[in-house]
């Protein structure tokens, strides 16, 4: 028999829990408990906001299946706009319209935000309330003065549409939400507004959604690119999201049938904190049930979508924002009406449970930065955890510490930069160390092993004890430590080794008590050291270093390489060491391209050992067309989206892969020298099928052809291929249609 003391002791916990439960599912007061001044009890619209049919002339949503029902980007912001303009002098609701920058096309990237007068007065003045949940974010605001705050400050949210231009429904769904916050004037609608900032994007991809396509004009996938941000429309984007974070990030999709939103299938990242997993799955998703199931909506989840690779439009809010970071999937094969309405119902459902727990939401949020910081201190990363009762036990947990990220600033100098100030303009804190330090637990990135290691003075070090602790180990770990033996799209993707930034790497414990280290802002690492000397020295370990040598030699100038290694300043410098001759720099700054490439240059009395004259490269990118591809640097006016690489005129096939190379070529490593086919070619050119097989390679002394997956048929573009590699020319090709077949016999 139990002893009763024990039996009434659980009945007195089981009761004190349910308490709490029923507290904590119940809605809780906001900014105050009454209802704002000059609402109505019952639902009513403003009749000074227009609808979506006042201003763009038709129905919302009006289209057959699929996604030609679209309206334009132009269209989309018309509507925008005039909300805009007719909430300028209302008591109620308040907008306010920002820029962040322009389209690879040139389009306009624009976000809206919504709320009261004096929300919208105190976003970036006044109270400031941006810069303070910045501050929560970024630690130079206290948890405790966070936690302060959560009443009597208003929860950010972002509202957006996927990046995905040929799934377009969410613009539309977006501005039905904005027609209702803006014009009811009930007192619940009043109430969101008092309690939230709403943050609109409908459109995040102008150039595709206006193309009917689903990339960036230079067929990038922009939800496969929003952590590591090459794509100009993901670049801007991202510094805006560190200066406006939200409690929770919608990112409205579409699939082929069917309406799906979280709980998501397994995988989750481990490193995505408790706080957003609990909002997402124990808050928002029942309530999105809930809505749906009240209209008899079909829907799914725990299936197909998961929270794993830090580089979608929910992952990465889920990491870098703190956000409850949500993909929302609508069906296509549905009118266009339906497929509008149903992301509306989402996210009116979504602002709903918010508004009614906003205060405890908040209170959630602030919390996970500080504990990120308690993580880091203790070199601890978030152990695995799954999410849907539909998976298979854990495969594993994390299976060490990790205490802190290292990068070596006398190795692979150009990209080790552009690495550290991308996680800056993330909000990361990076250090350089200002001694030499003996540190345990040093390893190195690929090689398994932790041991003693001295970080030379000037090593930039990244600690994990950090708001942003989390994002730091989703991008940077050598091991995401998968939970299950599935994942939806790649395994793993560590932004140091996929730049092959080898020396670098983490420790597993931490430095020693009294290291004195400095924060930067700029790591700078490129210079130049002994200008003066006759001959002029730098690495080729980064592509950056590369680049500056191409640039160089576009310039005139003369560049060798070393043949042996050699050390020369304290410095040891590798084979194949760029060595310039000072003489030949006439009117060439290399102090301002070095510091453009962060590359350091060192001075030398002479040619330190034997070296190798390079010759002036001459590349061409080729396209299995027979004219180039219509692309971002060579508009076609015949096709149907004048520089969009999606969109190309009858016969040109392909030029996906082409424009990628070409993208990676002229924007991402910044090749000089890029011409058009129709002017004389340059450093960097387009080689078409027909300049192929007419033996262009040879005659006009290209010296290296790049083939991004294009395809060369057997015959004269295969055999005139083989007479330029036989000749001495560069062959690079890529992907499965990269080997070319034999060349025909003579």
């Given at each position: 028999?139990?002893?009763p003391?024990?039996?009434?002791?659980?009945?007195?916990?089981?009761?004190?829990?349910?308490?709490?439960?029923?507290?904590?599912?119940?809605p809780?007061?906001?900014?105050?408990?009454?209802?704002?001044?000059?609402?109505?009890?019952?639902?009513?619209?403003?009749?000074?906001?227009?609808?979506?049919?006042?201003?763009?002339?038709?129905?919302?949503?009006d289209?057959?299946?699929?996604n030609?029902?679209?309206?334009?980007?132009?269209?989309?912001?018309?509507?925008?706009?005039?909300?805009?303009d007719?909430?300028?002098?209302?008591?109620?609701?308040?907008?306010?319209?920002?820029?962040?920058?322009?389209?690879?096309?040139?389009?306009?990237?624009?976000?809206?935000?919504?709320?009261?007068?004096?929300?919208?007065?105190?976003?970036?003045?006044?109270?400031?309330?941006?810069?303070?949940?910045?501050?929560?974010r970024?630690?130079?605001?206290?948890?405790?003065?966070?936690?302060?705050?959560?009443?009597?400050?208003?929860?950010?949210?972002?509202?957006?549409?996927?990046?995905?231009?040929?799934?377009?429904?969410?613009?539309?769904?977006?501005?039905?939400?904005?027609?209702?916050?803006?014009?009811?004037?009930?007192?619940?609608?009043?109430?969101?507004?008092?309690?939230?900032?709403?943050?609109?994007?409908?459109?995040?991809?102008?150039?595709?959604?206006?193309?009917?396509?689903?990339?960036?004009?230079?067929?990038?996938?922009?939800?496969?690119d929003?952590?590591?941000?090459?794509?100009?429309?993901?670049g801007?984007f991202?510094?805006?999201?560190?200066?406006?974070?939200?409690v929770?990030?919608?990112?409205?999709?579409?699939?082929?049938?069917?309406?799906?939103?979280?709980?998501n299938?397994?995988?989750?990242?481990?490193?995505?904190?408790?706080?957003?997993?609990?909002?997402?799955?124990?808050?928002?998703?029942?309530?999105?049930?809930?809505?749906?199931?009240?209209?008899s909506?079909?829907?799914?989840?725990?299936?197909?979508?998961?929270?794993?690779?830090?580089?979608?439009?929910?992952?990465v809010?889920?990491?870098?924002?703190?956000?409850?970071g949500?993909?929302?999937?609508?069906?296509?094969?549905?009118?266009?009406?339906?497929?509008?309405?149903?992301?509306?119902?989402?996210?009116?459902?979504?602002?709903?449970?918010?508004?009614?727990?906003?205060?405890?939401?908040?209170?959630?949020?602030?919390?996970?930065?500080?504990?990120?910081?308690?993580?880091?201190?203790?070199?601890?990363?978030?152990?695995?955890?799954?999410?849907?009762?539909?998976?298979?036990?854990l495969?594993?947990?994390?299976?060490y510490?990790?205490?802190?990220?290292?990068?070596?600033?006398?190795?692979?100098?150009?990209?080790?930069?552009?690495?550290?100030?991308?996680?800056?303009?993330?909000?990361?804190?990076?250090?350089?160390?200002?001694?030499?330090?003996?540190?345990?637990g040093?390893?190195?990135?690929?090689?398994?092993?932790?041991?003693?290691?001295?970080?030379?003075?000037?090593?930039?070090?990244?600690?994990?004890?950090?708001?942003?602790?989390?994002?730091?180990?989703?991008?940077?770990?050598?091991?995401?430590?998968?939970?299950?033996?599935?994942?939806?799209?790649?395994?793993?993707?560590?932004?140091?080794?996929?730049?092959?930034?080898a020396?670098?790497?983490?420790?597993?414990?931490?430095?020693?008590?009294?290291?004195?280290?400095?924060?930067?802002?700029?790591?700078?690492?490129?210079?130049?050291?002994?200008?003066?000397?006759?001959v002029?020295?730098?690495?080729?370990?980064?592509?950056?270093?590369?680049?500056?040598?191409?640039?160089?030699?576009?310039?005139?100038?003369?560049?060798?390489?070393?043949?042996?290694?050699?050390?020369?300043?304290?410095?040891?410098?590798?084979?194949?060491?760029?060595?310039?001759?000072?003489?030949?720099?006439?009117g060439?700054?290399?102090?301002?391209?070095?510091?453009?490439?962060?590359?350091?240059?060192?001075?030398?009395?002479?040619?330190?050992?034997a070296?190798?004259?390079?010759?002036?490269?001459?590349?061409?990118?080729?396209?299995?067309?027979?004219?180039?591809?219509?692309?971002?640097?060579?508009?076609?006016?015949a096709a149907?989206?004048?520089?969009?690489?999606?969109?190309?005129?009858?016969?040109?096939?392909?030029?996906?892969?082409?424009?990628?190379?070409?993208?990676?070529?002229t924007?991402?490593?910044?090749?000089?020298?890029?011409?058009?086919?129709?002017?004389?070619?340059?450093m960097?050119?387009?080689v078409?099928?027909?300049?192929?097989?007419?033996?262009?390679?040879?005659?006009?002394?290209?010296?290296?052809?790049?083939?991004?997956?294009?395809?060369?048929?057997?015959?004269?573009?295969?055999?005139?291929?083989?007479?330029?590699?036989?000749?001495?020319?560069?062959?690079?090709?890529?992907?499965?249609?990269?080997r070319?077949?034999p060349?025909?016999p003579?």
């Amino acid at each position: 028999m139990r002893s009763p003391s024990i039996t009434i002791a659980r009945v007195l916990a089981l009761g004190l829990a349910l308490a709490a439960l029923f507290a904590a599912l119940a809605p809780a007061s906001s900014l105050a408990d009454e209802d704002p001044a000059g609402c109505t009890d019952g639902v009513g619209y403003d009749s000074a906001i227009p609808t979506y049919q006042d201003v763009v002339g038709r129905p919302l949503g009006d289209g057959p299946t699929g996604n030609t029902g679209r309206d334009l980007t132009s269209d989309i912001y018309k509507y925008f706009r005039a909300v805009k303009d007719a909430t300028a002098a209302s008591p109620r609701v308040r907008m306010l319209e920002k820029s962040y920058g322009k389209s690879v096309l040139g389009q306009d990237l624009v976000f809206w935000v919504l709320s009261t007068p004096d929300n919208i007065d105190n976003l970036d003045a006044g109270r400031k309330d941006a810069a303070f949940w910045a501050g929560v974010r970024d630690g130079s605001v206290s948890e405790a003065a966070g936690l302060a705050a959560v009443r009597s400050r208003p929860a950010p949210a972002w509202i957006t549409s996927t990046p995905h231009g040929a799934e377009p429904a969410a613009g539309e769904a977006i501005a039905r939400n904005l027609y209702e916050l803006a014009a009811r004037t009930d007192c619940w609608n009043a109430m969101r507004l008092r309690d939230m900032d709403f943050f609109l994007l409908p459109v995040r991809n102008p150039d595709g959604r206006d193309a009917i396509q689903r990339t960036s004009a230079w067929t990038f996938d922009h939800n496969r690119d929003f952590g590591t941000q090459n794509q100009i429309e993901n670049g801007s984007f991202l510094p805006v999201f560190k200066q406006y974070p939200g409690v929770f990030y919608i990112d409205a999709h579409q699939t082929g049938n069917g309406y799906f939103f979280p709980p998501n299938e397994d995988p989750v990242h481990h490193e995505v904190s408790d706080f957003t997993v609990d909002y997402i799955g124990e808050m928002i998703g029942p309530a999105l049930r809930q809505a749906f199931d009240d209209q008899s909506i079909d829907y799914f989840n725990f299936q197909t979508y998961d929270l794993f690779v830090p580089e979608y439009g929910d992952t990465v809010p889920s990491l870098l924002s703190g956000a409850a970071g949500m993909t929302f999937e609508k069906g296509t094969s549905e009118v266009y009406g339906k497929q509008v309405y149903e992301h509306y119902l989402a996210i009116n459902a979504t602002i709903d449970v918010t508004a009614q727990n906003k205060p405890s939401i908040l209170r959630g949020w602030v919390e996970q930065w500080a504990e990120a910081v308690r993580q880091g201190e203790q070199c601890d990363l978030e152990p695995n955890e799954l999410v849907s009762p539909l998976t298979e036990p854990l495969k594993q947990q994390p299976s060490y510490d990790v205490c802190g990220y290292f990068f070596r600033a006398d190795r692979h100098e150009g990209d080790t930069v552009a690495l550290i100030k991308h996680m800056q303009a993330q909000g990361v804190h990076v250090y350089t160390l200002d001694t030499n330090v003996n540190a345990a637990g040093v390893r190195e990135f690929g090689t398994g092993t932790s041991g003693v290691q001295t970080l030379p003075q000037g090593t930039l070090y990244i600690p994990m004890n950090q708001p942003l602790k989390h994002w730091i180990q989703a991008v940077f770990g050598e091991d995401p430590f998968e939970p299950i033996e599935f994942f939806y799209d790649v395994a793993t993707w560590s932004y140091p080794m996929h730049r092959g930034l080898a020396g670098s790497g983490f420790l597993t414990s931490q430095l020693p008590p009294g290291t004195l280290m400095t924060e930067i802002d700029d790591p700078a690492l490129g210079g130049v050291n002994n200008g003066a000397k006759p001959v002029l020295a730098f690495e080729t370990d980064s592509m950056q270093a590369l680049a500056m040598a191409f640039e160089l030699l576009e310039k005139g100038v003369d560049v060798a390489r070393a043949r042996d290694a050699f050390t020369s300043g304290g410095r040891s410098f590798s084979t194949g060491t760029a060595l310039v001759d000072a003489s030949t720099l006439g009117g060439v700054d290399i102090a301002a391209l070095a510091a453009e490439r962060e590359t350091p240059v060192t001075g030398l009395d002479g040619y330190p050992v034997a070296h190798h004259p390079m010759v002036k490269p001459k590349i061409g990118v080729y396209s299995q067309a027979t004219s180039a591809p219509n692309s971002p640097l060579e508009k076609n006016a015949a096709a149907p989206s004048p520089g969009h690489c999606a969109t190309q005129v009858g016969g040109v096939v392909g030029a996906a892969d082409y424009c990628v190379a070409l993208f990676t070529l002229t924007d991402k490593i910044g090749l000089p020298g890029y011409t058009i086919s129709s002017a004389p070619e340059g450093m960097l050119s387009t080689v078409t099928a027909t300049e192929l097989g007419a033996g262009d390679l040879v005659t006009k002394n290209y010296t290296a052809l790049l083939n991004a997956n294009q395809s060369i048929p057997a015959g004269a573009g295969a055999t005139a291929l083989q007479a330029f590699v036989n000749a001495g020319g560069t062959y690079v090709g890529t992907l499965a249609n990269g080997r070319p077949p034999p060349a025909t016999p003579a």
